[in-house]
């Protein structure tokens, strides 16, 4: 329903600015204020979250694949500090660069996406025993037998499926609203009235299809070893991993602690499958997705900038528009 309303508002309105645009002329000028800045803010420290995250990816899928880093404030702050400056280069040569950049980062984790689901999808029990024990040193019953003895049962005592619903809805959600920033390029889409419901569809078909088979497939492996009264290596590897009652280094045989995410059960996968060298390749996986979210955001806060300034809400200078690059200053 919600891309539903998105994809008519873009079709009716194709103008840069998207959000700020649609609720600004439909509802009114004070609330277009506060839904632009609103998305700004959003947009500008997801910004950077994305690319501090890029680099706490390389942190947790370099462990599994042997290479340790150092993961201090510095050093997220430092690199993440880079990844925005090569990043913000490429969008002021205008749109074409910034967009070959998107290019080049995405087709290479959709390779290792496909490779990924070959994976999970073939993936035997023993191979995934196999697996957590060649990557951190303990057996997947070590976890659970940990995790029960820490009190899992208790803390998960009363809590069932819908509350876990309610609880992923909350990121689940924020992590979906990504398809909105084609719209704010409305005006730069040619035949925007046709295309962008299309796109609006056919991307969030492609997005819903990928979270939830994918992770799916990553619980079921996890899910195949470790069982004991009724818990398996998933969800005592999630309990040790964040629960407040869970210490994961007490694990017996632990050597490297690789804490719980469902994309790391494919390094598992593998490496049990013989498929050793996949880890390394899921450096870049976990590298190079979350990066494919900087280049909307640069687009988003750009032109809720340029139709803000357009409208004369901001100074109209802002909405200066590179007469080489075609882009907004």
């Not at 800045?37 to 042997?66: P, T």
């Not at 990504?178 to 056919?202: C, H, M, Q």
């Not at 598992?268 to 990066?291: C, D, I």
């Amino acid at each position: 329903l919600n891309v539903f309303c998105w994809a008519v508002m873009g079709a009716s309105m194709p103008r840069a600015g998207g959000g700020y645009v649609y609720v600004s002329r439909v509802i009114g000028p004070v609330w277009g204020f506060i839904t632009g800045w609103s998305m700004f803010m959003a947009d500008v420290i997801a910004y950077g979250l994305i690319a501090a995250a890029v680099v706490e990816a390389l942190y947790l899928f370099g462990m599994a694949a042997g290479i340790m880093i150092p993961l201090t404030s510095g050093l997220i702050f430092g690199t993440g500090l880079i990844v925005i400056v090569l990043f913000s280069i490429a969008a002021i040569l205008g749109t074409k660069p910034l967009v070959a950049v998107l290019h080049a980062i995405f087709w290479i984790p959709v390779a290792v996406t496909v490779l990924l689901y070959g994976v999970l999808l073939t993936v035997t029990p023993a191979a995934m025993e196999a697996g957590v024990k060649a990557l951190t040193g303990a057996t997947p019953m070590a976890f659970t037998e940990t995790a029960l003895a820490q009190g899992m049962a208790d803390v998960g005592r009363g809590l069932g499926l819908w509350d876990a619903v309610g609880v992923g809805t909350i990121g689940a959600y924020w992590a979906y609203i990504g398809y909105t920033a084609t719209t704010y390029v409305g005006g730069e889409v040619k035949e925007a009235y046709k295309s962008l419901p299309r796109i609006l569809f056919l991307a969030n078909l492609f997005i819903i299809l990928l979270y939830l088979t994918l992770p799916t497939l990553g619980a079921r492996a996890a899910m195949m070893v470790g069982q004991k009264a009724g818990y398996s290596f998933l969800s005592s590897w999630g309990f040790l991993s964040y629960n407040a009652a869970g210490n994961i280094g007490a694990v017996p045989g632990i050597a490297v602690k690789l804490k719980g995410w469902i994309p790391m059960v494919g390094a598992f996968a593998a490496e049990g499958m013989g498929l050793g060298w996949m880890k390394y390749l899921l450096v870049l996986f976990g590298m190079l997705w979350p990066a494919n979210d900087i280049p909307p955001f640069i687009l988003v806060c750009s032109r809720i900038i340029f139709a803000m300034s357009f409208d004369r809400v901001l100074p109209e200078t802002l909405a200066a528009v590179s007469a080489r690059f075609y882009s907004p200053v």
